[in-house]
């Protein structure tokens, strides 16, 4: 166990309070946050709380069991961005700061890992806003990919619907899953979604279960969901895990991110991430490489 897990873990036990069912983590201050000289590009996790007030879920209970369940999501999610056990190096680029890495769990659960730096610091910020904004999810996604949320606990924990479909065609897909954004320090953040057990009236037989993340499978709700779900003409998948781990370093942001989608695997070498960002922030390619 390294030691940036373990500090996730005492910080999760020993400020309890701070992971209450009114907020998982708050907007940077205004001494904080960095000063946008553009148009904002993005909705803060307040204003996206805001839109959707009337999703605000009111049973105490189910508002408990959402921030347990994302706090272990949270530390799953920093175990699986940090560890070396048994994740296989599939690429890495000394020059680029880039690397691929993949790990297969019992089961034939996968959990495939990107890491990389971004090389500015300065917008650490608004690439946690622009990260967790649903409306921009199609620009960091592989295909094409609409996120809806459904259900809100807080401003920093909902319960998101992803469809998509890949570039190279095939049905519509989707999974409901839990999202929650958590402010470690200043300087280090997370966003995790989970999905749960949560029934939406797909005709689908299939036993979903979440294999990262055992106490999702006792997360039980029910979603009124469209016809396209209960008619069975979307495939339905399930996330056991995905999300990022952020950190502003002294000259770059240090950026993670990790996926294990049941029936859907990612082709992270296109490198969907990194030219998200370099559109949002007008970054010209002879500063920073990306491949075609």
Request: aromatic fraction near 12%.
């Amino acid at each position: 166990m390294n030691k940036f897990y373990i500090q996730i873990v005492f910080f999760l036990l020993s400020v309890s309070v701070y992971l209450n069912n009114k907020t998982l983590a708050t907007e940077p201050g205004p001494g904080i946050a960095t000063k946008i000289k553009s148009k904002k590009k993005y909705s803060t996790s307040e204003e996206i709380y805001e839109k959707n007030k009337d999703l605000l879920c009111t049973n105490p209970n189910e508002i408990t069991n959402a921030v347990k369940l994302m706090n272990e999501a949270v530390i799953n999610l920093a175990y699986h961005a940090t560890s070396k056990d048994d994740y296989g190096l599939s690429k890495w680029s000394l020059h680029y700061n880039r690397s691929f890495s993949k790990k297969k769990l019992e089961g034939n659960t996968v959990v495939q890992r990107i890491h990389f730096q971004f090389d500015d610091p300065n917008n650490y910020n608004e690439i946690i806003n622009l990260l967790w904004d649903p409306a921009l999810a199609n620009n960091f996604n592989n295909g094409s990919v609409k996120r809806k949320i459904i259900r809100v606990y807080n401003p920093n924990l909902v319960i998101i619907r992803q469809r998509y479909k890949s570039s190279g065609g095939g049905p519509q897909k989707y999974f409901y899953a839990l999202a929650a954004r958590v402010d470690i320090s200043e300087e280090k953040t997370i966003i995790v979604m989970a999905s749960a057990n949560i029934n939406d009236h797909h005709p689908s037989e299939k036993e979903y279960k979440n294999t990262i993340i055992e106490s999702a499978n006792l997360f039980k709700i029910d979603i009124d969901s469209n016809i396209f779900i209960r008619k069975g003409i979307w495939k339905k998948t399930f996330l056991n895990i995905a999300g990022y781990l952020i950190e502003k370093r002294e000259w770059y942001t240090d950026i993670t991110y990790l996926e294990s989608i049941d029936g859907h695997t990612s082709n992270l070498d296109n490198l969907f991430i990194e030219k998200g960002l370099n559109k949002f922030f007008h970054y010209n390619k002879k500063w920073l490489y990306v491949p075609g």
